[in-house]
């Protein structure tokens, strides 16, 4: 098999328009004698060129234009090798990097012509996402690692649950859920990388958290979904002596009539439920009033140095806890780093503490040997 690379840009109505790099060195430029010519402003004459690298990877050339060569958004200085999913930016104008394998006697598929006319811009287009290829590979269980953070009884600080935190091992795409998630966001698969944070935690790290309660994340977009109802029940006919709590994203409270209809379901399966990041946005008391949850996790914004808060706060943030204890719920101090916040969240009546003080979160790899990659993740009903 014969390896073709081709580049891919983004036409004005939309569609994918691909071009083979059918030669080597393949120039790019403004001026007609170019393989691939970009009729855009503040492109030089002779722009860039591709070649082939001894190691057999393309190489990106900039021929010290005005406006700059880029790849992933990072300016090019000389040379920079490629990969195939790279972004490149030639001034202003996007292509992706790609590949094909033509097998021997098959033709190489069609592409368009070599000349693109690009529309004027003073900003880099962003028709494509940076290391794509990387995110889905982890997706489909590659890279995923996490950590299990300690919940505990707030009077003596025994363990009471775990919350599952969901990581990435993957170069170069971010460890941080909060930067991983804004990566699923462009690309539209926030719901998929909560399920696989989910899955792979429990499946890692469960056998070892010696019966405790588990807390594990939900993203707002699945939580009214049937798949995500179906995956609890795999998850639960996987792991059946699991004690499993669902956290609800505070943004997720407000559909009060859908919130009821969870709660029966998650009744039903024995799946109890908490109430996430409560105080960070409105304090949703209509919808606790009516669809109380197990437990409430007040938000570490409310938490953190509530020893040294005006009296005002601490009266709100005391009222609020007596109110969640009227409810039959149990409150939880998220965010509690020193003992000083631990005293003032036990005089308050919190009954579960989370948070540096009470234990950091434990990297998955401290629990047990990896899992084997080669397994996916829990297999599908």
């Not at 402003?41 to 190691?55: E, F, K």
């Not at 001034?91 to 990097?97: N, P, Q, V």
């Not at 070892?208 to 993203?219: D, E, I, K, P």
């Not at 009954?351 to 003080?357: D, H, P, S, T, V």
Request: glycine letters at 8%; charged letters at 25%.
């Amino acid at each position: 098999m014969e390896r073709q690379w081709f580049l891919e840009s983004v036409a004005a109505d939309g569609s994918i328009v691909t071009r083979n790099i059918d030669q080597l060195p393949y120039r790019i430029g403004r001026d007609a004698d170019n393989h691939l010519v970009v009729a855009a402003v503040g492109l030089s004459r002779h722009h860039a060129y591709l070649t082939l690298d001894v190691s057999t990877r393309l190489k990106l050339t900039d021929l010290d234009s005005t406006n700059g060569s880029f790849v992933n958004r990072e300016r090019v200085e000389g040379s920079r090798l490629l990969q195939v999913g790279d972004i490149l930016h030639f001034g202003t104008a996007e292509f992706r990097l790609k590949e094909y394998m033509i097998v021997e006697g098959e033709a190489a598929p069609t592409t368009s012509t070599h000349t693109v006319v690009i529309s004027p811009g003073t900003m880099l287009s962003e028709y494509f996402v940076a290391h794509e290829a990387e995110f889905m590979a982890l997706l489909a269980g590659r890279g995923l690692t996490g950590a299990a953070q300690p919940i505990v009884h707030a009077a003596d600080s025994t363990v009471f649950a775990y919350e599952l935190l969901g990581r990435a091992k993957m170069p170069p795409l971010p460890t941080s859920p909060i930067r991983l998630f804004e990566l699923a966001a462009t690309l539209h698969r926030e719901v998929e990388l909560s399920v696989a944070f989910r899955e792979y935690g429990l499946r890692a790290m469960v056998p070892f958290l010696n019966g405790c309660a588990v807390f594990v994340n939900t993203h707002p977009k699945e939580t009214f979904t049937e798949e995500f109802y179906r995956s609890l029940q795999r998850l639960l006919r996987d792991f059946p002596l699991l004690d499993l709590v669902v956290e609800v994203h505070e943004t997720a409270v407000t559909e009060t009539a859908q919130m009821r209809i969870l709660a029966e379901r998650l009744k039903d399966i024995g799946v109890r439920f908490a109430y996430d990041d409560f105080g960070a946005g409105q304090a949703r008391l209509n919808e606790l009033g009516e669809t109380p949850a197990h437990f409430v996790k007040f938000d570490m914004g409310l938490i953190r140095d509530i020893d040294r808060a005006s009296e005002r706060k601490r009266r709100v943030v005391g009222d609020l806890v007596r109110l969640i204890l009227d409810l039959g719920s149990i409150p939880l101090a998220e965010g509690v780093e020193t003992e000083a916040e631990a005293q003032v969240c036990r005089d308050m009546g919190f009954q579960l503490l989370q948070g540096y003080l009470t234990g950091k979160p434990t990297p998955v790899e401290s629990f047990g040997p990896p899992i084997d990659e080669t397994q996916g993740l829990i297999s599908p009903l």
